[in-house]
């Protein structure tokens, strides 16, 4: 089934330590986004792609940073992770017809 | 920037009951999604609207996108355990590159 996978599901890194985390979709959609999920909120935007077209949200901390080099990954790299960055990570693409799907997430804890 | 007010936040309900929640917004949506997210999982989409009135239904939940098209309401009839989760409505930005999401409704069901 075409979907959108993201790996790992659960990562723990160290306070300060880099970490990267993965997007890959099969669906072949030329737009691609990152959120942040905390505890139930709703998922609040970081960057997304229109095909190789970076785009930053204005309140995007420097300390995330992305790559995209096809049209199938998209990678997700926390510089420099602090404590207030645990939360869970959404992947998600976007249909011609504006339909958004999500990935299965990836919950990170920062020890 | 955009917000999309979503009520109620949270419902205690007993199985076999509807339950109904609504999205509301300042401004003019040409598209409504509606989603599912369980505990430790990604959104998943449930209903897309894409016409003001249009009422659209897959299995026992039924979505209408408003007249005004600055709101949206989701029913779910005769809830069961596994209804279970937060529910968010969504809308894109005009170029459909940007999602802006309701704060959520969490759903309990009782046996």
């Known amino acids: 089934d075409a979907m959108v996978i993201q790996n790992p599901r659960y990562q723990v890194t160290q306070f300060g330590k880099p970490v990267t985390l993965s997007c890959s979709q099969t669906?072949?959609?030329?737009?691609m986004y990152w959120y942040q999920q905390k505890s139930s909120q709703a998922p609040k935007l970081l960057f997304h792609?229109?095909?190789?077209?970076?785009?930053n949200e204005a309140d995007t901390p420097d300390n995330f940073q992305s790559r995209r080099p096809n049209t199938s990954f998209c990678f997700l790299d926390i510089r420099s992770p602090g404590l207030g960055d645990a939360a869970m990570y959404l992947c998600?693409?976007?249909?011609?017809?504006?339909?958004?799907?999500f990935g299965p997430g990836t919950r990170l804890t920062v020890t | 920037g955009q917000q999309l007010n979503q009520s109620p936040q949270s419902m205690f309900i007993q199985e076999g009951e509807d339950v109904s929640m609504n999205c509301t917004s300042s401004?003019?949506?040409?598209?409504w999604l509606w989603y599912k997210q369980e505990p430790g999982e990604g959104p998943v989409l449930l209903i897309a609207?894409?016409?003001?009135?249009e009422l659209t239904s897959n299995g026992r939940l039924t979505a209408q996108f408003g007249i005004t098209r600055k709101d949206s309401f989701l029913n779910i009839s005769a809830s069961i355990p596994s209804d279970v989760g937060i529910y968010f409505c969504?809308?894109?930005?005009?170029?459909?590159?940007?999602?802006?999401f309701g704060s959520g409704t969490k759903l309990n069901v009782k046996p």
């Open positions: 792609y229109y095909d190789k077209d970076f785009n």
């Open positions: 998600a693409t976007r249909d011609r017809e504006g339909e958004q799907y």
């Open positions: 609207l894409y016409k003001a009135g």
């Open positions: 401004s003019i949506f040409n598209t």
């Open positions: 669906l072949n959609h030329n737009v």
């Open positions: 969504a809308g894109p930005q005009n170029n459909f590159n940007k999602f802006y």
